[in-house]
């Protein structure tokens, strides 16, 4: 084991999966016991023949996995590989159903995703491969990748094997998503919710027709000592947005005190220091991957606002945050090769602080490193308050209003035709300098939303936050959600809530 940390994967994420797992784990034993009779039947009817035949031929999927594309409009149909492991003198016809998968992830819904089905493939003699035609229909609108389960359920002529290492006996088929990203979100801290209250705190999400969920994946706290990880928080949002089919964009940055120097201690944020050892960041965003990766998340966000001197200190550096961006997108690439990674969202700089670079300059300063060229989207977090998103009156430069000119940076560097993502955005409300009215929250809100809309290069637009970090009205920090501490809706939540009735 050495120092590698372990993962606590004997707990099970939710008793729901753990249900699951059961099932399927008997429905495999019923499998293989299937198989042992037919490849004793098949072994019979050679010995009755009078033929002694050294293996027997099986059928299967050559991987577990398989993806299709989903298309732009209508049904069409993909096809999906099946195989025998060698040439039969006969031919030999198998059997096989099209249906909703069951297991934990993104699932596609029959009728509106795809097209449940079953029906029989037959191998001529001598041919040892042929397709599963899988009806996949085509929308225009970004949501996660689905997962769609086919199985063989019977054959003649050839046995099928639902042991690990040879031809499978069903593969799950992932319709991968071919629309650009887009819709809104919210930025959702746990805090020490229960359960019960995240449930909720997602339904309301939906009824907002919030499509996205950004979550931290904190170093500093699931891995607060090196052999040990703590993913229970997590899990806990990533299964509720994974069974709410939205999509997580995971911030993953902030560093233990166990992978960082003894001196940044004396920090006023110690965590957001870098670590000392790189290597460190690279394998946490690889056990994040994998442990993710799987359930259907693939957007990520490596580090928050690493222009300021607040999240990196003690002063912006683009070319040491390039080498934190290059070995966490490396290791989470090497999980995921699908996986879109962002630059972590810049920030404005405030009354021309020297201890924040505006974002135009640091992602010119990224592109002269090399940086920005390896994201697959650069992400912003454009603060106009107490503005309006496009007033040209706000100070801060960065802002709202000046996102234009970040996307004009992208193109004079051939990357026009990457997606700038609004990761953060909102206003406080309360009584602290600069907060604004409920109502003037709203409205904020909602004309960036309908900005956004105008802009073919802006991808999806996420608030902060959710919920209030507090019940100070004199801490801005405390009142950007659209919920109150106790869930009670502002103004905005029922704005946005009744902008989904108006759409349906």
Do not use: C
């Not at 600069?434 to 909602?446: F, G, H, K, R, T």
């Not at 991808?459 to 009670?488: H, I």
């Amino acid at each position: 084991m050495g120092d590698e940390p372990v993962s606590p994967a004997a707990v099970p994420l939710v008793w729901g999966a753990a249900l699951t797992a059961r099932r399927e784990a008997l429905a495999d034993k019923i499998g293989l016991f299937g198989a042992s009779v037919q490849r004793m039947s098949l072994q019979l009817q050679a010995a009755v023949k009078g033929s002694k035949t050294s293996s027997t031929i099986t059928v299967g999927f050559p991987q577990g996995t398989t993806y299709v594309t989903e298309g732009n409009s209508g049904p069409q149909v993909q096809l999906v590989t099946v195989q025998l492991s060698g040439a039969s003198k006969t031919a030999v016809t198998v059997q096989y159903t099209v249906s909703g998968y069951t297991g934990t992830g993104y699932r596609a819904t029959a009728g509106e995703d795809f097209v449940a089905a079953s029906g029989s493939v037959v191998f001529a003699p001598g041919q040892t491969s042929a397709t599963i035609p899988i009806t996949v229909i085509g929308d225009t609108k970004y949501e996660p990748d689905e997962i769609v389960r086919v199985e063989l359920t019977s054959a003649v002529g050839a046995l099928i094997v639902r042991t690990a290492g040879q031809l499978l006996g069903q593969s799950n088929v992932v319709i991968a998503d071919d629309d650009p990203a887009s819709g809104i979100g919210m930025t959702l801290h746990l805090r020490g919710a229960d359960a019960a209250t995240v449930k909720k705190e997602f339904d309301l999400m939906a009824e907002m027709g919030v499509t996205w969920v950004r979550i931290d994946i904190d170093w500093s706290a699931v891995q607060s000592t090196k052999r040990r990880l703590d993913w229970a928080q997590t899990d806990l949002l990533v299964n509720e947005a994974v069974a709410h089919q939205m999509n997580v964009l995971v911030m993953l940055g902030f560093t233990p005190a166990w992978a960082r120097s003894s001196a940044t201690q004396s920090l006023a944020e110690p965590t957001h220091a870098r670590p000392t050892d790189l290597a460190d960041f690279a394998k946490f965003a690889q056990l994040a991957a994998q442990r993710y990766a799987p359930l259907g998340v693939s957007s990520w966000e490596v580090w928050n606002e690493p222009n300021t001197a607040k999240f990196w200190p003690t002063m912006p550096d683009a070319d040491e945050y390039g080498r934190v961006f290059r070995a966490a997108a490396t290791a989470i690439r090497g999980v995921d090769p699908r996986a879109t990674l962002l630059i972590g969202g810049l920030s404005p700089q405030y009354d021309g602080a020297v201890s924040e670079t505006p974002p135009v300059t640091y992602l010119e300063q990224l592109y002269a490193n090399g940086t920005a060229q390896l994201a697959d989207a650069i992400a912003v977090h454009p603060y106009s308050y107490p503005y309006l998103p496009m007033d040209p009156a706000q100070p801060q430069e960065g802002g709202f209003y000046d996102l234009p000119a970040l996307q004009a940076v992208m193109a004079s560097h051939g990357d026009g035709g990457k997606q700038v993502w609004i990761t953060e955005f909102g206003a406080p409300t309360g009584t602290s300098v600069n907060a604004v009215s409920e109502d003037q929250q709203a409205a904020i809100m909602l004309q960036a939303r309908d900005q956004v809309a105008l802009w073919n290069w802006a991808g999806p637009l996420m608030y902060y936050e959710l919920v209030d970090g507090g019940t100070d009205p004199a801490n801005g920090e405390q009142n950007f959600g659209v919920l109150r501490a106790d869930l009670s809706l502002k103004a905005a939540a029922r704005a946005l809530m009744d902008a989904v009735t108006v759409r349906l």
